[in-house]
């Protein structure tokens, strides 16, 4: 009687066992499934008073996202949530989170209401002309030891600058938007991505043959944006400043939609500073400054840029730094607009084309520049380029502060190598000041700034015969005078 009790006994307890081992398996099942990842904290419209907010999970699950005030209590903002959409594999959640009160720093955290993220933090702007923030461009990683390069670079720049409110990336996340690359973007500056406000531009390699990548990592007001599919163009004011993001995929370069979208946007602000962010660049000696799409982009966006009064441009995509004089009409001029090509935080490099000087880019609007690769040009001395400095071989990144009438930009350069007792090597290369009086500024347009979706697909065609025009009669002659160099660099170098 005794041992048939026992055995029960057993037989309950071992039933317990099991069940609550299975429980704990499915319930950690489950949690790895609703796990978010690749979160990001976009700024989305009103940067005083909303955020746009996206992650991923495994499993088709609930979003919900939490706020929480410097005094740790849930804080009452309205989030608009977005319907959850499956996307290569996964499931890709968006919120806008608004009605924040302006100058706060806020921690957040998202889920499906059980399984949560770990807590992030941003901060609101408070108004004042008075800010700093950080610039990055080109990571552009195939793998996880270069992503972990370039995130590094991003903790250099916030270990030199920490009261940045907010980092711009100034696009080419990676390098084949594959979700093995974003996994590793996120897991690599999943730290940086938790402290702060991203600013994200979408870059040609972000989203290959895959349409509508940019648009899915990141929750952006794409409101006025003149089509969404490898990219967003989107505005904001931030202090003192009005800040455009230009998507240069449309149509290779720029749309005339797009570019109508930016004048218009210029203009319809009396903020002190107007900053511009897009990814390829106009100005340039690298070696994707040789396509018709950079050629295009003095013709057809620095000309747009002069008539609405820019004070400076940063972008990417030709994987070294180079900042020019104020240009104006494509000549040097004190009104004008000063282009930054703001270096790459990542490890691929690019020399310099010297073939490029004079035929795409007059070497007299060069007023700084740092090629961040060993065994070419190192940086400009006004005169030449064929120097050699070992502590420009690194990751670049730009510090950006705005004080009123004072818009100061410095440039960095982590070197890949610590010193010798393991310290980090950060560089100063480029520091430059612009200056301005105050309320001086006039909005000159008002109104609706929305482009159609027949707006848009009428301007194609004249968009595409602009550009082609602009190919063949400018572009392709000087084209042709450089070939015999090209064909050079690709028989000495083995590149193109
Ligand atoms: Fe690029």
């Known amino acids: 009687m005794k041992k048939n009790f026992l055995k029960v006994i057993s037989v309950i307890l071992c039933f317990a066992v099991l069940s609550t081992s299975f429980m704990f398996m499915a319930f950690a099942e489950d949690a790895a499934e609703n796990a978010p990842f690749r979160i990001s ?6 940067a005083s008073s909303s955020r746009g907010f996206c992650w991923y999970t495994k499993a088709n699950t ?17 989030v608009d949530y977005e319907d959850v959409i499956e996307w290569e594999g996964n499931f890709c959640h968006q919120a806008v989170v608004s009605g924040l009160e302006a100058g706060k720093t806020y921690s957040y955290r998202v889920g499906n209401g059980t399984t949560f993220s770990e807590l992030g933090e941003f901060v609101t702007d408070n108004g ?3 800010f700093e923030f950080i610039a990055i461009a080109d990571v552009q990683a195939g793998n996880e030891e270069n992503f972990l390069k370039g995130a590094k670079v991003l903790d250099a720049a916030f270990e030199t600058m920490p009261g940045a409110e907010f980092v711009v990336n100034l696009g080419d996340f990676t390098d084949d938007s594959t979700n093995e690359e974003w996994d590793w973007y996120d897991s690599s500056f999943r730290k940086a991505n938790a402290s702060t406000t991203l600013v994200p531009i979408a870059g040609n390699h972000d989203g290959l043959g895959v349409e509508y990548w940019f648009n899915n990592m990141f929750c952006l007001d794409t409101s006025e944006s003149v089509q969404v599919k490898d990219g967003v163009n989107y505005s904001f004011d931030y202090g003192n400043a009005h800040i455009a993001v230009l998507n240069t995929n449309d149509l290779l370069a720029t749309s005339n939609a797009q570019l109508k979208w930016l004048k218009n946007d210029m203009n319809s602000t009396d903020k002190d500073w107007k900053i511009v962010f897009m ?3 106009p100005y340039s000696l690298g070696k994707d400054a040789k396509w018709p799409d950079a050629l295009y982009l003095q013709e057809s966006l620095a000309k747009t840029l002069d008539k609405c009064d820019v004070d400076i441009v940063m972008s990417g995509h030709d994987h070294m730094y180079l900042r020019t004089k104020a240009l104006k009409n494509n000549k040097v001029a004190d009104d004008g607009t000063v282009y930054v090509l703001a270096g790459t ?21 060069i007023d700084a520049m740092t090629v ?3 065994g070419y040009a190192n940086y400009w001395d006004g005169e030449d380029w064929d120097q050699s400095k070992d502590t420009n071989i690194g990751g670049c990144f730009n510090c950006v502060s705005v004080d009123g009438g004072n818009l100061t930009v410095t440039a960095y350069i982590l070197a890949d190598e610590p010193d010798a007792n393991g310290n980090p090597v950060i560089t100063a290369i480029d520091t ?6 105050t309320g001086k500024n006039v909005a000159t347009f008002e109104g609706d700034n929305t482009t159609s979706e027949f707006e848009y697909i009428l301007g194609v065609v004249p968009s595409f ?3 082609a025009i602009y190919a063949f009669t400018n572009w392709l002659p000087k084209f042709l005078i450089m070939l015999p160099d090209m064909l050079d660099v690709v028989i000495n170098e083995g590149t193109f």
């Open 128 to 130: 004042d002309s008075k």
């Open 279 to 281: 990814h390829k660049s």
């Open 465 to 467: 015969i602009r550009l």
């Open 432 to 437: 430059y000041t612009l200056t301005k009086e």
């Open 41 to 46: 904290v976009a700024m989305n419209g009103d």
């Open 62 to 78: 609930e979003s919900k996202v939490e706020i929480y005030g410097a005094d740790g209590q849930l804080v009452n903002a309205t």
């Open 345 to 365: 935080a990542g490890a691929k490099r690019y020399e310099v084309r010297s073939f490029l000087a004079d035929h795409y880019l007059d070497t007299d609007f």
């Open 372 to 374: 961040q690769k060993h």
